[in-house]
């Protein structure tokens, strides 16, 4: 269930799309659920922002129900009988409350089966239950439950019960949509509330079970900003947690940001305040220094990223040493065993093996061959002020420090260009091409100049 407005987040974004752990909170509960059933069994129910929320999770290959009107979770199946009536079981998942497993959907699914119950709630003991709905057992230790009763309904000897209801359900399919339009709207919002069905069974003599989580907080929501960034640290602990149990070293783990798909091999090494963001893949062997931002990027194994890198959508080859503070942009391809340095930009390039660019150079639309030597200060100049254009610079190339190369040009193998040149035409393999002024001095001129401006001044 996708449709809500999440008011309390004071937000003009729809709830589920707010991000934790580097995406969308209705996308973790999607990706449950597809470990769970197929996703062509999967059906989101939307409401508010409709068309936003299909956008942002439509690669998933899951099924949409429009909730028109938003008048409540017992509405929201209402709106989805026609997709969802032909099935055995529903199991109704909150599309706020990230942190479920898909373990814990199976084994609520299997319960309901082997009770063969009608409907079957998930609970969870809170030691602050306060605002959920309390779980009313049929006897002390009986898996039949007799009520759910709302926070501002309970008396004083029900508020003491801990165990609450989580939103999370299983139902026969056939009775759901029998019974569920003896849901009423006579409550103080005028809605229809699914965990009303449990007294419409009882009163149909139907069977309603409990199964209660070992992990409370597996099945909490993001109902404020607080308690979203509650799940969202909960989340990349848990993440660390398991990078750490597959063998990489993560120093200070609470001072990370690595989100729910990042991929690390073994023995590489994270140090602190490092954040690895979106789908980024890190290979084995490799060492990411403090204060590094890498986002939706693949690394090989034993990689270099010194402090203070920036890297977004950019792929780096096996050995390749990064930094400090190189800033590689989208596009950017590092080959085996290259170096990118200190204050280097690159967008839209490719570096070749062994390539070095270690100091001060922007390397933008480019193609760079195995074996260059990038000087310090190097610039492409790639952009006319109306059209990108590529540099080429082949195989074995020497470009000398401070040189400024016009796009487009190509710059062959073996070819040397002298520092502080500006290279606007092609220069030929092996060849050495100068592109600055002939240095001409004029002696004494500063000692003349200096006496000039005290005359002037007395």
């Known amino acids: 269930m996708a449709a809500g407005k999440g008011t309390r987040l004071k937000s003009k974004h729809p709830k589920v799309l707010h991000e934790i752990g580097g995406k969308p909170i209705l996308a973790h509960v999607i990706a449950t659920a597809v470990k769970v059933v197929p996703a062509q069994n999967v059906f989101v129910i939307v409401g508010h922002e409709a068309e936003r929320v299909r956008e942002a999770v439509r690669a998933t290959g899951v099924n949409f129900v429009l909730q028109a009107e938003q008048r409540g979770t017992g509405h929201a199946l209402m709106a989805a009988r026609e997709a969802l009536s032909g099935y055995d079981q529903v199991l109704v998942l909150s599309g706020d409350a990230p942190l479920i497993t898909a373990e814990t959907v199976r084994k609520l699914s299997d319960f309901h089966r082997g009770q063969k119950a009608t409907m079957t709630l998930l609970s969870a003991d809170l030691d602050n239950p306060y605002g959920y709905g309390r779980v009313i057992r049929k006897g002390a230790r009986g898996v039949e439950v007799q009520a759910i009763v709302e926070e501002k309904s309970a008396n004083r000897r029900q508020k003491r019960i801990h165990e609450i209801n989580s939103g999370f359900y299983a139902f026969d399919g056939h009775a759901l949509y029998e019974y569920i339009d003896r849901l009423s709207t006579a409550n103080p919002h005028g809605e229809y509330y699914l965990t009303d069905m449990a007294a419409v069974f009882q009163r149909a003599r139907k069977k309603v079970v409990a199964i209660k989580t070992a992990d409370a907080g597996e099945i909490l929501g993001s109902n404020t900003r607080a308690e979203m960034m509650m799940l969202d640290a909960r989340l990349r602990l848990a993440k660390c947690r398991e990078l750490l149990d597959a063998g990489v070293t993560i120093f200070y783990p609470h001072t990370c940001v690595i989100d729910s798909d990042v991929e690390v091999g073994a023995d590489t090494v994270i140090e602190p305040f490092v954040q690895l963001l979106g789908s980024t893949k890190v290979g084995a062997d490799c060492r ?171």
């Open 288 to 458: 990411i220094r403090s204060y590094s931002v890498i986002g939706n990027s693949v690394l090989g194994n034993g990689v270099t990223v010194r402090p203070g890198t920036i890297m977004e959508d950019s792929r780096i080859g096996a050995g390749a040493v990064l930094g400090p503070y190189s800033h590689l942009r989208p596009g950017s391809e590092v080959g085996e065993g290259a170096h990118v340095g200190n204050f280097v930009e690159t967008k839209k390039i490719k570096l070749g093996k062994g390539s070095k660019a270690n100091h001060l150079s922007y390397l933008g639309d480019a193609e760079i061959g195995e074996g260059v030597n990038i000087g310090a200060g190097t610039i492409t100049c790639n952009y006319d002020g109306v059209n990108k254009h590529k540099t080429v610079i082949e195989d074995g190339v020497f470009i000398g420090s401070d040189s400024t190369l016009v796009a487009p040009v190509k710059i062959g193998r073996g070819a040397y260009v002298a520092a502080a040149s500006c290279i606007t035409d092609d220069v030929p393999a092996d060849a050495l091409a100068f592109g600055r002024a002939r240095q001409s001095v004029k002696e004494g001129w500063a000692r003349a100049k200096r006496e000039a401006q005290k005359e002037k001044h007395r």
